[in-house]
């Protein structure tokens, strides 16, 4: 039932940027992007979301393209701390449920 | 403070037996879920709780009940439990029917069953 597609491992540098990319071809025009990352042994947490626009926080930026179609999750500076699963999320137009995919295991190298 | 809490942390139990996890909230949310995260690590939901009311309940086992006392409360109740059962179940709130708002997850439940 998942909407979005990710790839299962990525591997990053300490200190360098992640781009973590997420395929979503059947997004609705309703449809919110959520990014939620699970630390090992813990719940997700929320990384970050948007509809159209780029967003920023202090965690992350998000990268939405033009069609919508895909999104990229961005870490700036990746530390040991972020080495987590990333999951890319689509909200449904009734905000009640999140279609969780299988996620992107994020391992960063000291 | 916690914002969601679930007790206990760790359930081990026998094929058969009859237990409960419990799940609280103290976000003032109005919307309560049960996710089951199987051992490949997918993640899906079995039920969303509105102000006590059952509306979303995902192809679940009869075993499976979900009760909610009230909006700041989510119990999940498993009867007749079953190898299969095995897997980390977590709760989460959330404002209804916002498709921007963060959803809060509990530490998770990891459920053994022997």
């Known amino acids: 039932d998942a909407k979005t597609t990710q790839p299962n491992s990525m591997e990053s540098n300490e200190e360098e940027p992640v781009h973590l990319p997420c395929n979503h071809s059947t997004i609705s025009g309703t449809d919110y992007i959520h990014w939620y990352r699970q630390l090992p042994s813990q719940g997700p947490e929320y990384v970050i979301h948007g509809l159209t626009s780029n967003v920023n926080n202090r965690m992350a930026s998000l990268a939405i393209a033009e069609d919508r179609k895909s999104s990229t999750l961005i870490l700036h500076r990746a530390t040991l701390r972020d080495a987590a699963v990333y999951y890319c999320?689509?909200?449904?137009?009734?905000?009640?449920?999140?279609?969780f995919g299988t996620g992107t295991s994020l391992t960063v190298i000291p | 403070d916690t914002a969601v809490s679930q007790t206990p942390k760790y359930l081990v139990t026998q094929m058969g037996n009859d237990k409960s996890i419990k799940c609280e909230q103290n976000l003032g949310h109005d919307t309560m879920y049960w996710y089951k995260q199987d051992s490949k690590k997918f993640l899906k939901i079995m039920f969303s709780y509105n102000n006590k009311e059952l509306i979303i309940n995902e192809t679940v086992p009869n075993r499976f009940s979900p009760k909610s006392p009230d909006k700041a409360h989510l119990n999940l109740h498993i009867n007749s439990l079953e190898l299969g059962d095995s897997a980390v179940y977590f709760c989460a709130s959330n404002v209804r029917g916002r498709r921007q708002e963060t959803q809060y997850f509990g530490p998770g439940t990891r459920l053994l069953v022997l």
């Open positions: 999320i689509l909200r449904d137009n009734t905000g009640n449920q999140f279609y």
